[in-house]
C-alpha cells in the first residue's frame, strides 16, 4: 500500500513560513453595516473598490455542493495555469527535485518546471496513448514530487484508463495530479470522487473550456484539506479577482446553459469527425473525449498553412512526440465548422 506522507513532500521553507495576514483574511462583509476602515481601500463605491474575499467562500460554497466535498477541499487560481505553479512552490524544492510528465501532454508543466528550475523526466505514452506505468515507476525517486496526468489528454483527446491511474496512485509516493481541463466533454467521471480513497491525488479543473470563461482565468484545485491548507498558505492573497468571482458563480448557478453548450459542441465534433473521415489527406483521427480532434494528415505544415490562408487558424502538433503530422482541431460554432469542413474540402482535391 501507498506510503505517502504530506509532511514529507511540503518544502521546509513553506514549512517555516507564516502565510500574509490580509485585513479581509480577519474579515468578510456579510452585507450587514459594518464601516470597514482595515485595508486602506478607496470608500466610495465603484463595485470594486473593496478587496475581493481572498478564501472566494461564494463560490466555494456552491461547488462543494456541486461536487460533493468540502470548502475546505477546494483551491481556486487565476487559471489552472496558477494552481499548478502553487504546487511546483509548495512541493518541489529547486535543483533538487524532480516531476514526471507524460508527453504528448499539456506543455505548461514543461514551462512552470523550468521556471521553478525542477527537473522533469518524460516517460512518453504508448501508441495507443496510454500510459507505461512500469516504466514511470522505473524513474521514479525519493525526489519525484508530482505526476501529470492529464484525463482527457491534451493534445490527444482520449481518456487515461482508470486502472493505470490506480496504479499509479497506489504506487507512487508523490503527488499525482490529474488535469480534468476537458472533463466535462468526456463520459468518464471526475476523479474528484475519488478523493477520499487517495490522499496523494489532486484534482484539477478550469473554468476556460465547457464553462466558455477562458477570459476571467478561473482554476480550481480539489484535493485533501491538508493539501488545500499549504496551497492556501502560499498563494497570493488576493489571486482571485471580484469581478472573476462574480462572473463565475453567474455561470456555475445556471450549469442548464452550460450542459446545452457542451451538447452542442459534442454534436459538432460527431458531425466534424464523420467529415475529416471524408478528406483524401487526413489518415488516421484519434478517438476523442475532449473539445478537439487530433488527426494525422499527409503533411501537416503543408496542411496548416492552406487552412491559415483560408483564414481558419488551428493548431499544428506536428513536433510533438507521437504527434507527427498531426493537427488538432477545436470545435466550433456550427457555422464555423461548417467553414472548416468547405475549406478542408475545398484543399482535399487532388
Ligand atoms: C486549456 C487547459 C488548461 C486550462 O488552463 P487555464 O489556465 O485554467 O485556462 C489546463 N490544462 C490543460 C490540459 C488545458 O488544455
Known amino acids: 500500500m501507498n506510503k505517502f506522507n504530506l509532511q514529507n513532500i511540503i518544502r521546509e521553507n513553506v514549512k517555516a513560513m507564516k502565510a500574509y495576514s490580509s485585513a479581509r483574511d480577519e474579515y468578510v462583509s456579510d452585507g450587514s453595516k459594518m464601516i470597514f476602515l482595515d485595508a486602506n481601500e478607496n470608500p466610495f463605491e465603484t463595485g470594486v473598490n473593496r478587496y475581493p474575499d481572498p478564501l472566494q467562500r461564494g463560490l466555494k460554497a456552491v461547488l462543494a455542493a456541486q461536487k460533493n466535498v468540502s470548502e475546505d477541499q477546494i483551491l481556486l487560481g487565476n487559471g489552472s495555469d496558477e494552481v499548478l505553479d502553487l504546487l511546483f512552490r509548495g512541493f518541489c524544492d ?12 499539456y506543455g505548461m508543466y514543461t514551462v512552470l518546471a523550468n521556471l521553478n528550475e525542477i527537473e522533469e523526466r518524460k516517460v512518453e505514452l504508448n501508441l495507443d496513448f496510454q500510459p507505461d506505468v512500469d516504466a514511470i ?53 471526475s476523479w474528484i470522487s475519488e478523493l477520499s ?8 479543473q478550469t473554468l476556460s473550456k465547457a464553462y466558455g470563461l477562458a477570459g476571467i482565468r478561473l ?6 484539506a491538508e493539501i488545500i491548507s499549504v496551497l492556501n498558505k502560499i498563494k497570493p492573497p488576493y489571486n482571485v479577482n471580484e469581478l472573476t468571482q462574480k462572473r463565475a458563480l453567474e455561470r456555475i448557478s445556471d450549469l442548464d446553459a452550460v450542459s446545452s453548450e457542451v451538447n452542442s459542441v459534442l454534436n459538432e465534433r460527431a458531425k466534424l469527425i464523420e467529415a475529416l473521415k471524408t478528406i483524401c489527406f487526413v ?23 492552406e487552412l491559415l490562408e483560408k483564414g481558419i487558424v488551428i493548431r499544428n502538433r506536428t513536433t510533438q512526440p507521437l504527434c507527427e503530422n498531426t493537427l488538432r482541431f477545436t470545435v466550433g460554432t456550427a457555422s464555423e465548422n461548417e467553414e472548416l469542413i468547405k475549406a478542408l474540402l475545398s484543399i482535399s482535391k487532388p
Open 283 to 305: 489518415e488516421t483521427i484519434f478517438p476523442t473525449e475532449a473539445n478537439f480532434v487530433l488527426a494525422r494528415v499527409d503533411d501537416a505544415t503543408k496542411r496548416y498553412n
Open 94 to 105: 529547486p535543483k533538487t527535485d524532480n516531476i514526471i510528465t507524460l508527453p504528448p501532454t
Open 137 to 189: 515507476l522505473k524513474v521514479v525517486d525519493e525526489h519525484s514530487k508530482l505526476l501529470f496526468i492529464c484525463s482527457p489528454n491534451n493534445p490527444t483527446g482520449n481518456t487515461i484508463a482508470s486502472e493505470k491511474i490506480k496504479t499509479l496512485l497506489e504506487k507512487f509516493n508523490g503527488l499525482v495530479v490529474i488535469d480534468e481541463a476537458y472533463i466535462d466533454f468526456s463520459n468518464q467521471e
Open 219 to 224: 482554476g480550481l484545485c480539489y484535493a485533501s
Open 197 to 204: 480513497n487517495y490522499t496523494n491525488l489532486i484534482v484539477t
